[in-house]
């Protein structure tokens, strides 16, 4: 459902306008998109393919309820920045549920007990302290980001357990297959959204900062008035 509600949102962005005042980056942004998609296509989506084949379903979710239960103490930590309290008591009780009773995270225990799945990251935390987005930037092997969501990045690795290990060969073997695992998620879907795309670069981008802007807000984000200035807007 989630992956389906993210090709509906593309969708809708694909009638986007070619330029973008957020893009003043555009012809460097668009080296790296080109350059990400020849890795991808390379490298990555083969490696999703044999996955995908290769590992049954029941573990593709174990797998992926793992890692989120990994993101959900990221999710914790901003919650508490932003001060958002109740959900933070909600998340905290995620985890624990997900890390003792649903085996290490292995089994999503909190979701169906009443403890939701949200979405917090830095880059929300800064947006939602006032901290404007600055222009969309396309990282290298990361994907779309902008000036705030990069920076939100590295801060948030800070608290991502994965990352707190000293065990290096571990560390970058369960970053790959978290990697792989969510790469693989989207073959199914992947075909649909480029062919609603004119240029999927556009696509992309568009879709990608109306969902931030979406996420800073809580789902409720205020009118844009055209003739406002984006670099000011979260």
């Known amino acids: 459902m989630k992956l389906f509600a ?131 930037l396309v990282l290298p092997f990361l994907g779309p980001s902008d000036f705030r969501d990069g920076l939100g990045t590295v801060v948030d690795w800070q608290f991502y357990p994965l990352y707190r290990t000293t065990d290096v060969a571990r560390r970058n073997s369960l970053t790959v297959l978290n990697g792989v695992d969510k790469r693989a998620d989207l073959l199914n879907t992947e075909n649909i959204m480029m062919q609603a795309a004119l240029d999927p670069y556009l696509f992309i981008r568009d879709a990608y900062l109306q969902h931030r802007r979406s996420l800073v807000y809580d789902g409720n984000p205020p009118m844009e008035d055209e003739g406002d200035d984006p670099s000011d807007e979260k």
């Open 6 to 136: 993210l090709i509906m949102m593309l969708a809708l962005a694909g009638c986007a306008t070619p330029y973008n005042r957020k893009d003043p980056l555009e012809p460097l942004n668009r080296k790296i998109y080109q350059f990400n998609d020849t890795v991808d296509k390379a490298v990555i989506k083969p490696v999703a393919k044999g996955y995908e084949s290769a590992v049954p379903l029941f573990m593709r979710v174990m797998i992926g309820d793992f890692f989120s239960n990994l993101d959900d103490v990221v999710v914790f930590v901003n919650d508490i920045l932003q001060l958002k309290g109740v959900q933070a008591v909600s998340d905290a009780g995620r985890v624990f549920l997900n890390s003792t009773i649903g085996f290490a995270g292995l089994v999503d225990v909190a979701t169906p007990a009443g403890y939701p799945k949200h979405n917090e990251d830095f880059g929300q935390t800064l947006g939602h302290w006032g901290v404007a987005s600055g222009p969309y």
